[in-house]
């Protein structure tokens, strides 16, 4: 699987005809239905439909599409029935995605996670932003910018876990995984830096495997080689990061956003951590985003979830 482009991603996810069962909480509205249109006529997914009914079948035939090929109708007049309904087809492994529809992120979100209800999950449920950048030279991960708000040890630990599985998922064997900071020296002040420098060691122990890290790391040494031959810092990691790991949400959020107004930067991005992979890119956002993301979802449960089975 050779994965370098984010064209590269949605053409391999439809030339290899996934249909992985998509379960679309809260599926009556027409900027969800969009990119899952899209997603099922390219093979992808197999889209589970849940939600008003006789709503999702309207927006079906706007889309020029017959409700009845190739798609499953789940009745759910309510919130709490779609939360419902989509923790018990992930539960009898009906559904092995789950695409946030038009439900609020909190609502889907507690259920999912929900210790007695919910669906299974590891010790770290992260965001992670796989990103194409006109000035980088391939893709690139970004972790987390969206759900832990300051993270200790255990937690990025896991957060390095769940972007190096999705990494694996797309043909990256060792990811190069950046733990960014604004300095490369460990300083008992900056308890980042020393945080930083203990995920190397757990990784060198081999207590977080299938990839290299460095840390304490500044981004410009681990995306730019130039950076760090001046500086005289010699890393694998160094100009090649395939994985930035950010100290927490604060910078991770500021970072995205900039990266994505400033950079024109191409993205797809998943929730990691659950049974199963979940999008939950905002409702309003760019169609294409959605649909990348659905292919990096697809690829990542066909090769993850085929494995726990």
Not at 86 to 99: C, D, P
């Amino acid at each position: 699987m050779k994965i370098h482009t984010m064209e590269d991603l949605v053409n391999t996810a439809g030339a290899m005809k996934l249909n992985v069962p998509a379960a679309v909480a809260g599926a009556a509205d027409l900027h969800v239905i969009e990119p899952v249109v899209k997603g099922k006529q390219d093979g992808y997914i197999r889209p589970l439909l849940i939600g008003d009914a006789e709503q999702i079948v309207h927006i079906l035939r706007e889309c020029g599409e017959d409700p009845g090929q190739g798609y499953d109708i789940i009745d759910a007049k309510d919130d709490e029935a779609v939360c419902q309904t989509t923790v018990r087809l992930v539960k009898e492994r009906k559904a092995k995605m789950i695409v946030k529809g038009l439900i609020e992120t909190g609502t889907l979100l507690s259920a999912l996670l929900n210790d007695d209800t919910g669906i299974g999950k590891t010790d770290c449920v992260s965001a992670c932003g796989l990103l194409e950048l006109k000035k980088y030279h391939k893709l690139i991960a970004f972790s987390d910018p969206g759900v832990n708000t300051f993270p200790d040890l255990v937690r990025k630990a896991g957060i390095i876990r769940n972007g190096v599985s999705m990494l694996h998922a797309v043909g990256i064997e060792t990811p190069k995984v950046a733990v960014l900071s604004s300095i490369e020296k460990v300083n008992p002040k900056q308890k980042d830096t020393v945080e930083a420098d203990m995920l190397k060691q757990m990784n060198q122990r081999g207590e977080i495997a299938g990839c290299i890290v460095e840390g304490p790391i500044s981004l410009d040494l681990a995306i730019q080689k130039e950076a760090a031959e001046i500086k005289g810092y010699q890393s694998p990691v160094a100009g090649d990061a395939d994985l930035l790991v950010v100290p927490d949400i604060l910078c991770g959020n500021m970072l995205i956003k900039g990266i994505g107004y400033f950079g024109d930067a191409k993205d797809a991005s998943l929730i990691l951590g659950l049974e199963v992979p979940v999008l939950f890119g905002s409702r309003g956002g760019p169609i294409e985003g959605k649909y990348r993301s659905m292919a990096l979802a697809a690829i990542y449960a066909h090769v993850h979830i085929k494995e726990k089975e």
